[in-house]
């Protein structure tokens, strides 16, 4: 074993103060490790959903986390959370074609986003005419940490408010392996305040086909919010696509790397975005999506050209939810600053109504 994976062994353990919204594909050492190890434990003899502690490095014997037994196989223990009965039971829930409801590792998710047994059964039980399930496992936790009701999801009703589509993505890991970015005191806050103020459309999604379900069935909509973890050009939703048992619009993106982002190459946004009233504001609750501000190609300038006229607002760098400073007045129409580290590293974005930048168009923050 050499420094460089002792190392990421050691950081597995290190303690995180804040969980920024930052685009992450696992590909460090941490989790090749984990995964190689979980890949030799025989399980024959060990208990599901009983936790054990996973060790690595032979002789060494480095305590590299814990893990349990599912389904047959062995499973990295992401959260501390009591398994037990309950995940014995959310085990047991299937689709209406018997495949499981969730996967082994969905159920740790759920747990630890606060999840019920009683919820998970409610929401599995959701199915259409054609006996499509209208919930998948992946978008549970999610929901959950929201307090949804199916209902709510399902039926939007539209009042005299103005209206909002928010976006959470099914794959919520950082790139620092770090999970709950969207389920901190800090992001339910701020969807508590943008619900008293709209009448909120809710999407969860594994793939973009999912969101552009969403803003093709709904009103026309005066705030977007899309969030997920992010890079210059994309913004991630899932780690693989929904199964085939559960109902989005299509499955066109199932299985590839652009169909589970929301990036720079997504041009058909276009005639989605048409969805936004002229005067819409448009937020990237993600990392980085206006890295290098206006003279670089990043997703938040795609945006705006692809939402003539719109306003557009998102970070220059990674940041997480108590970097978001939200006046109360002016949550309609929607203004805010992500400031980090005392420095306000806001990018707004507008063009006018033929997607053309013209400078006094464009607000570039470089405070």
């Known amino acids: 074993m050499n420094f460089r994976q002792k190392l990421a062994i050691a950081s597995l353990s290190l303690p995180t103060l804040a969980v920024a919204q930052c685009y992450s594909m696992r590909d460090d050492y941490r989790f090749d490790i984990a995964s190689e190890e979980l890949r030799k434990i025989d399980v024959k003899n060990i208990p599901e959903f009983e936790p054990k502690t996973l060790y690595v490095g032979g002789n060494l014997s480095y305590p590299l986390g814990d893990y349990f037994v599912c389904r047959g196989k062995a499973v990295w223990l992401s959260h501390e959370v009591e398994l037990g009965e309950k995940a014995e039971h959310l085990s047991e829930l299937t689709y209406s074609n018997r495949e499981p409801f969730f996967t082994c590792e969905d159920i740790v998710k759920y747990i630890w986003y606060g999840g019920s047994l009683e919820y998970a059964k409610e929401m599995a039980s959701y199915r259409d005419s054609s006996q499509h399930n209208f919930f998948y496992g992946a978008q549970l936790p999610q929901f959950a940490a929201l307090g949804l009701k199916a209902d709510e999801i399902l039926h939007f009703r539209d009042t005299e408010k103005p209206n909002a589509l ?202």
């Open 166 to 367: 928010i976006v959470y993505p099914t794959y919520d890991i950082n790139s620092d392996g770090y999970e709950g970015a969207f389920s901190t005191p800090e992001a339910l806050k701020l969807f508590e305040h943008i619900r008293e103020r709209y009448d909120v459309k809710i999407v969860v999604a594994s793939v973009e086909e999912e969101v552009y379900s969403g803003l093709a069935s709904g009103p026309i909509f005066d705030l977007g919010m899309f969030s997920g973890h992010g890079s210059s050009d994309s913004l991630r939703l899932g780690m693989t696509g929904p199964p085939r048992v559960s109902n989005p619009a299509t499955h066109s993106g199932r299985g590839t790397l652009e169909g589970l982002t929301i990036d720079t190459e997504d041009f058909e946004l276009a005639s989605f975005f048409h969805n936004f009233s002229k005067d819409a504001v448009i937020f990237l609750n993600s990392c980085s999506t206006a890295e290098g501000g206006k003279d670089f190609s990043n997703l938040a300038n795609h945006v705006a050209q692809f939402a003539p006229g719109r306003k557009v607002i998102a970070s220059k760098v990674p940041f997480s939810g108590s970097d978001v400073k939200i006046d109360l007045e002016k949550i309609y129409p929607l203004d805010l600053r992500i400031v980090v580290y005392g420095v306000d590293q806001t990018y707004v974005a507008k063009t006018d109504a033929t997607g053309i930048f013209p400078d006094s168009l464009t607000i570039d923050s470089e405070k």
